[in-house]
């Protein structure tokens, strides 16, 4: 099943409220809300994506109550992108000193802000250049790492704030770099 997109536009135009309260009124649906106010229905996952979502937010979380240096987030997160746009990553991660600076209400609702570190991991239904897409419209809006994991191709896409996209093939584990310092993602319990 393949996400739909409906365009609203030309019928009614949601403020941030009304797009938090449709998400809420629907919890066993998931949306995503592009930079120029399209709705993107997406399906729920199958139980091997989800185990794999699982195991991605469990290792990152599990690193961060570790070392403490930021708070970390699984997919039904929603973040308000600068762009306008609202998006749920697979997995993120924002520094502590961001987190601490929004006020309880920010904190509660869409997270009005860039994550520093996302993951995507590609399901079947997912089309391969869509998701390259939300990846850069990640890095453009302040992501400073980010990570498209394809099981299928067994490829990861690694996005870096100005430099070009680095595909590793078949990694067994993979670096938090500067960005998440000491991180290191067993890659081999996902594929």
């Given amino acids: ?41 997406m399906p729920p996952t199958g139980g091997e994506t989800g185990n794999r979502n699982a195991g991605l937010t469990a290792q990152l979380w599990i690193w961060n109550e570790q070392n403490k240096l930021g708070i970390a987030f699984d997919s039904s997160t929603g973040f308000k992108l600068p762009n306008g746009a609202d998006r749920s990553p697979d997995a993120s991660w924002l520094r502590l000193e961001r987190w601490n600076a929004l ?3 920010q904190q509660t609702k869409f997270i009005p802000l860039c994550p520093d570190f996302v993951i995507e991991l590609l399901s079947p239904s997912d089309s391969l250049k869509v998701a390259q897409e939300k990846m850069r419209e990640y890095i453009d809006n302040g992501v400073r790492l980010g990570w ?3 099981r299928k191709l067994r490829q990861v ?18 670096s938090g770099e500067d960005i998440l310092q000491g991180f290191i993602l067993n890659i081999e319990a996902i594929w």
């Fill in 1 to 41: 099943m393949n996400a739909l997109t409906v365009n609203l536009k030309p019928v009614l135009e949601l403020t941030d409220e009304q797009f938090f309260q449709l998400c809420q009124a629907n919890r066993d649906l998931r949306f995503e809300r592009t930079a120029t106010g399209e709705l993107i229905i």
């Fill in 103 to 105: 006020t309880q209400e």
């Fill in 148 to 150: 498209l994991i394809n």
């Fill in 157 to 174: 896409e690694i996005y870096r704030q100005g430099q070009e996209v680095e595909v590793l093939e078949s990694p067994v584990t993979l």
